[in-house]
């Protein structure tokens, strides 16, 4: 029986899955460490890594033929000729390249998605100032340092981590902008996510009771990797997460690029899956109730009945999608007596936002909606998904997995031509 290991390095630790070729989950890790501190993060990447593969059964790591990992969107880091960061890698949401926003202005498209503080190209030239990069001899993404200490191989990435570096994901190239920054590091050779890139170096295969013949894979983004995981898989399909805030990703046949809404386009395969996200979601439920409460006052609501209540819930002023205002004022008054009734203004107002997302997403361009799968905590009540679905006008199911680790092993699996491409 042949198994595939997804590893994934989120923005909340660090899990693994390994699946069969069904699909069948035969074993799923936690690593309970501390990732966070600064001062030696790669050191707690790797000890996570490693302490995952150790995790896995013996008998079950030998019958592993590919293994694929993702990490966090535009978590980057320069590395020198032998793979060793030369300096302390930018995490996902390090916003210092806003420095260098005027420059990429100068050379990149209107609109584009590498017009943002926090991507991938930003972080890159902000580190191309500092003293440490003459050291430096390329760029990796969290995905790609952590699949070159299973494979050796420096400077490879997937176009999904790539899109924030300013890569082309249409004509699957870099584009003749990038060359105007005249960066003088070696940009990564773009793959496709779940590609073969190379067998395990023969000494972790050793180490750990690996087959010799195990390949490891392009990786992905955590996101990526959980939409994967969702069971969504044809045009107008999409993934509402409800989290701390409202996530939405839409597969389409065609992409949408629009950076006033923070609006961007993933490749997957032959479809483009488009997002956005609201400042609105769980996080401002939580505010106003408990867990406990969420759970006994939803009962009570009548999910076939529209609330009056007209709310913007948000827990500080401002919003881009799908109201692009940075000064948008939470909007949660009038507040009734009745902690039921406000509830139900809460759920009602948010499932408001969440279709007039979906809206703006076909309106710019994406596949009609047809069906809506649901991650986050909020999947999880009832009535919140029935009022969802009166104002979705589709149908509203659970995710089939919401562990972005057991996407990323989908994603190994189709490297090994056992499905779709991603």
């Given at each position: 029986?042949?198994?595939?290991?997804?590893?994934?390095?989120?923005?909340?630790?660090?899990?693994?899955?390994?699946?069969?070729?069904?699909?069948?989950?035969?074993?799923?890790?936690?690593?309970?460490?501390?990732?966070?501190?600064?001062?030696?993060?790669?050191?707690?990447?790797?000890?996570?890594?490693?302490?995952?593969?150790?995790?896995?059964?013996?008998?079950?790591?030998?019958?592993?033929?590919?293994?694929?990992?993702?990490?966090?969107?535009?978590?980057?880091?320069?590395?020198?000729?032998?793979?060793?960061?030369?300096?302390?890698?930018?995490?996902?949401?390090?916003?210092?390249?806003?420095?260098?926003?005027?420059?990429?202005?100068?050379?990149?498209?209107?609109?584009?998605?590498?017009?943002?503080?926090?991507?991938?190209?930003?972080?890159?030239?902000?580190?191309?100032?500092?003293?440490?990069?003459t050291q430096a001899r390329y760029f990796l993404h969290q995905a790609d340092w952590l699949a070159f200490l299973l494979h050796g191989q420096l400077g490879i990435t997937d176009y999904h981590n790539a899109l924030k570096l300013g890569y082309d994901v249409q004509a699957l190239k870099y584009p003749e902008w990038l060359d105007k920054l005249h960066i003088k590091i070696h940009l990564p050779r773009v793959i496709t996510p779940g590609n073969p890139i190379g067998e395990l170096r023969p000494e972790i295969a050793r180490k750990f009771g690996f087959g010799e013949n195990c390949l490891v894979c392009g990786g992905t983004t955590d996101s990526i990797a959980a939409f994967i995981a969702s069971g969504a898989q044809f045009p107008g399909e999409a993934v509402t997460s409800l989290g701390s805030t409202l996530v939405l990703k839409l597969l389409s046949r065609t992409p949408v690029e629009d950076s006033r809404y923070g609006i961007y386009s993933h490749r997957l395969g032959d479809l483009w899956l488009v997002g956005g996200a609201s400042n609105t979601g769980g996080a401002v439920l939580r505010h106003f109730f408990t867990n406990e409460e969420l759970e006994s006052l939803s009962r009570q609501i009548d999910a076939t009945k529209s609330s009056p209540l007209d709310y913007y819930p948000l827990l500080k002023s401002g919003d881009r999608f799908p109201v692009n205002d940075p000064n948008l004022a939470p909007r949660l008054e009038p507040r009734p007596d009745n902690p039921v009734e406000f509830l139900h203004g809460l759920l009602e107002s948010i499932a408001r936002i969440e279709a007039r997302g979906y809206e703006l997403l076909q309106q710019l361009g994406a596949n009609k909606l047809i069906r809506v799968y649901t991650a986050g905590g909020g999947a999880r009540n009832d009535v919140w998904t029935a009022i969802r679905g009166r104002y979705l006008k589709v149908t509203v199911v659970p995710s089939v997995n919401t562990e972005a680790a057991y996407g990323t092993a989908f994603l190994a699996m189709g490297g090994m031509g056992k499905n779709r491409e991603w």
């Open positions: 029986m042949g198994l595939y290991l997804g590893i994934d390095f989120g923005t909340s630790g660090a899990r693994c899955a390994v699946i069969d070729n069904q699909g069948q989950i035969q074993h799923q890790g936690r690593f309970s460490g501390d990732m966070s501190q600064d001062a030696d993060l790669v050191s707690g990447w790797e000890e996570a890594l490693w302490t995952l593969l150790e995790g896995i059964p013996r008998e079950l790591r030998f019958q592993i033929l590919a293994i694929a990992i993702n990490g966090t969107s535009s978590t980057v880091l320069v590395c020198d000729d032998h793979g060793k960061p030369v300096e302390t890698p930018m995490l996902y949401n390090d916003a210092r390249g806003v420095t260098m926003l005027s420059s990429i202005q100068n050379v990149a498209p209107a609109n584009h998605t590498v017009l943002s503080a926090t991507s991938s190209l930003a972080k890159l030239l902000w580190m191309s100032q500092q003293p440490s990069f």
